[in-house]
Each structure stands twice: as C-alpha cells, then as structure tokens.
C-alpha cells in the first residue's frame, strides 16, 4: 500500500492506495473509520483493480474536519479526489460514507458502479451529540467511544466492556474526536431522494441480515433503499453493520460481485 495525496481550498486528504491495474475502486468510510480499518477487506478482494481508501477529514493522516463542516464538505471532498483520479470508477461507501457516496453519485455521470454497505442518514444518533461533545470537552476519549458504541450504536454494556480489552479500543479512541461534529452535519442534511432515481450507474445496496428492520442502521437503511427502487439489494448472512471487521473475507466476496457484475 501507498499513500495519495488530494489537496483541495487548503485542506489535505490523504488515502491509502493499492496498486493494481484497471479502473479504480474508491472506498468511503464512515465515522470511527478509517483507511487502516479496511485493510482487511482491501487485502481480500479478489480483483486485479487498484483499491484507493480515503482518510476522510477529521482522521489522520488527513487534516481536521475544518469551520463550516457539512456533509456537503464531505460531498465536495468526494468529486474533489474523483475528478483528480480522472478515470471510471467503482465507488463504494459505509454507513455515513454510504451516504456521501449516494450523494456525489446523483450529481456525477461516468461512474462504473455505486455500492453501499447500509448507509445512513437523519434522524440518526441525536441522543449521543451532547453526551459525546462532554466527554470530548473532558478530553475523555474512552467515554467518547463508549457513548458512540452504546448511545449512538445501540450496543450492550458487555460488549462494550469486552471492547475495551481488545486491541482495537486505542485506535477506536482518536476516531472519536470528528465524531459528534459528524453526527451534527448528518441530522442537518437533507438527502436528494428526490435525485437517487437518476443515478446512472447500478447500484447495489449491501444490508447486514441481522439489522434488518432494526434500529438504528437497519431502519435508516430502509428509508434509503425506498429512494432507490432500482437498486440490487444484497443481505450478508449473520452480520450486522461491521463486517469490514468482522468478515472480510465475505464482504471483499461480495463487493467483488457487485462491482464485477454491474446490473
């Protein structure tokens, strides 16, 4: 892997590359997400495309999400590392990154493919901003996680418990910082639904079996999925909204699907 580098109005960003050869595959993370947390599934994909994962705003190596962030910030950072690729492209987001994608997609001809892995939009982890802004003010970054996994994520307190002594918390601990900003610039947005008809490039819609109809992220999912009635709807058996982490393998299997397929 190697890094790229996107310079857009005096903000950096910088993305983990893989070399590879044909059009590339861009991958969108969400909150308490970054390049490295999809290294797995980079790793596991079974095409000879290059893969280019974004360090979105707000997670280093990239600089601080910046005054006046909104998701049309994020939005704009999106077209801004597509139109510098200048290629066909296969475009893939997570959760909140789920929904940057969608948007930049209906405003966008040329992309190969658009997939989304239960992307999520307002009303969404209202509960957590002030509980998540105090312990941040606190510079409390251990509760910060907490309250994303539990307020925001919906998580048991043992699981939360056994998190903390998996290797994993300290790098869980500074992607909290961007989170509760986040959170604000989402439930501010209002989606284009009006718009996700239009996009030209098949979409597929990746959805954890076991959130299905559940809240939060499987009851969000179900309202973007509405707006996208053309979309092929994929459920991956026995997980929820982390198989980047949990089955990578299985997700790599069915990214390489959609962006093979293209229907």
């Known amino acids: ?47 000879p495309n290059p893969v280019i994962v974004l360090n ?23 077209h801004h590392v597509l139109d510098t690729l200048d290629e066909d492209i296969d475009l893939f987001g997570w959760s909140y990154g789920g929904l940057i994608a969608l948007e930049a997609a209906t405003e966008r001809r040329g992309l190969r493919s658009v997939i989304a892995y239960e992307p999520v939009s307002k009303p969404f982890g209202l509960e957590a901003i002030e509980p998540l802004r105090a312990a941040l003010t606190m510079g409390d970054l251990d509760q910060a996680v907490e309250v994303v996994k539990r307020t925001m994520a ?60 559940k809240p939060p992220y499987g ?20 997980q929820g909204h982390l198989a980047h982490t949990e089955a990578p393998d299985l997700l790599a299997k069915h990214l390489t699907d959609a962006i093979t397929t293209r229907s």
Request: aromatic share 6%; hydrophobic share 45%.
């Open 154 to 213: 919906g998580y048991s307190a043992g699981h939360v418990a056994a998190l903390r002594e998996d290797p994993v918390w300290p790098v869980l601990r500074p992607l909290a910082h961007p989170v509760a900003d986040e959170l604000t610039a989402l439930n501010a947005h209002q989606p284009a639904f009006d718009r996700y008809r239009g996009i030209e490039a098949p979409v597929t819609l990746l959805l954890g079996e076991r959130n299905e109809n």
């Open 56 to 78: 979105r705003r707000g997670r280093l190596p990239s600089d601080p999400l910046g005054p006046g962030y909104s998701v049309r910030t994020e939005i704009d950072d999106l």
């Open 1 to 47: 892997m190697r890094t790229l580098r996107f310079d857009r109005d005096g903000t950096t960003l910088i993305a983990e590359h893989r070399d590879g050869d044909g059009s590339p595959l861009v991958i969108v993370p969400g909150v308490m997400s970054d390049a490295q947390a999809w290294r797995a599934v980079v790793d596991a994909l079974a095409l």
């Open 219 to 238: 009851t969000s999912f179900a309202v973007l999925a509405q707006a996208l009635p053309q979309a092929r709807l994929v459920r991956l058996p026995a």
